[in-house]
């Protein structure tokens, strides 16, 4: 066991402080990473307040990680010390069932996957996330960062990158599509540098036009205030793919108005409400009202490649680990431009 410096939620909602973890001895799989910075995601907020309910605490978030192979098991074939990698949403799954064989493991039928933090390994341990100096990962959960992007901007990927790459590919986002992407957060940001390297048509669906100028540099070639009631009247009947980051409920029928025949909305946003639907607001242009659950690891090596190919990263604000607790106040006041990274050298 190796101790190393962390920031934890002590209790749900309590602010996250500084303590110290275990973190289990490399095995003949495993890789330890010197972890260099980890992104907040809004994921991250839900689950230390307890918003999803069944948290496990202390919680140490962070499932944003880049970092650098320090040590690696004697049987590791896949990663060397010095090497540049990532470490998403999972660090483990049944890796027997139909979809992790198909390297889905979000969706493993074994039990589901092991998540990066709260949640407990195959020996029953805790789980801890990124927040903290050094992890220990088996490396067939492990990808690496492409020597094009840096650390720091490659992080976010982990999470907000896989969480949109993968639906908008699954929904076949590519030149001659029109794709909405509601809410210009960190997942929204992202979602939007994808859809456009991708050569679809790409419009922001934001609460108010504050962040214009933002959205059309990202890549967006429309911008659109939903506060302004017009903006449903002028957009219907226009997407194919509407991808929803926002972490609220919406008024759920106004969207679905927005989709062409056969049309997509897929939700990532996870509210910690339920949502309301009515059906007659899907069925009218047998509209698809969906979901998507991150990404699988070989489909995260596939965007982090695709990411450094085409220059996209994260556009980070940098903060010390002292302002955490600052960075979730922020970040759950729409607060963020665009997603914040820890350094982890300040933990
Ligand atoms: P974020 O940075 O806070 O971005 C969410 C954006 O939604 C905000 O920036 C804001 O954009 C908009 N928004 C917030 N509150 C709103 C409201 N009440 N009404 C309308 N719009 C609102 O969060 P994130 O890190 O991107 O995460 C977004 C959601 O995705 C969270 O619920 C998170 O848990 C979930 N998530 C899911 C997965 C998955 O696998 N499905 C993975 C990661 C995260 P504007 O200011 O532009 O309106
Ligand atoms: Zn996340
Ligand atoms: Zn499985």
Known sequence: MTTVAAY????????????????????????????????????????????????????????????????????????????????????????????????????CTGGGPVLTYNDKDKEGEPTYGGYSEQIVVGEDFVVRIPDGLGLDVAAPLLCAGITTYSPLRHWGVGPGKKVAVVGLGGLGHVGVKLAHAMGAEVTVLSQSLRKKDDGLR?????????????????????????????????????????????????????????????????????????????????????????????????EIELIGAGEINDAYERVTASDVRYRFVIDAATI
């Open 8 to 107: 934890a939620a002590p209790a749900p909602k309590a602010p996250l402080e500084r303590t110290t973890i275990e973190r289990r001895p490399v095995g003949d799989h495993d890789v330890l990473i010197d972890i260099k910075f980890a992104g907040i995601c809004h994921s991250d907020i839900h689950q230390a307040r307890d918003g999803w309910s069944e948290g496990i605490f202390p919680m140490v978030p962070g499932h944003e990680i880049a970092g650098v192979v320090t040590e690696v098991g004697p049987e590791v074939t896949k990663f060397s010390v010095g090497d540049r990698v990532g470490v998403g949403c999972m660090v483990d799954s049944c890796r027997e069932c139909d979809n992790c064989k198909a390297g889905l493991e979000p969706y």
């Open 218 to 314: 990202l890549g967006a070639d429309h911008y659109y205030a939903t506060s302004d009631p017009e903006t449903f009247e002028k957009l219907a009947g226009t997407f194919d793919v509407i991808l929803n980051t926002v972490s609220a409920p919406l008024d759920f029928a106004a969207y679905m108005s927005l989709l062409r025949l056969d049309g997509a909305m897929v939700n990532v946003g996870l509210p910690e409400e339920p949502v309301q639907v009515t059906l007659q607001s899907i069925f009218g242009n047998r509209r698809n009202l969906t979901t998507s659950n991150i990404g699988g690891i070989p489909e995260t090596q596939e965007m982090l490649d695709f990411c450094a190919e085409h220059g996209v990263g994260a």
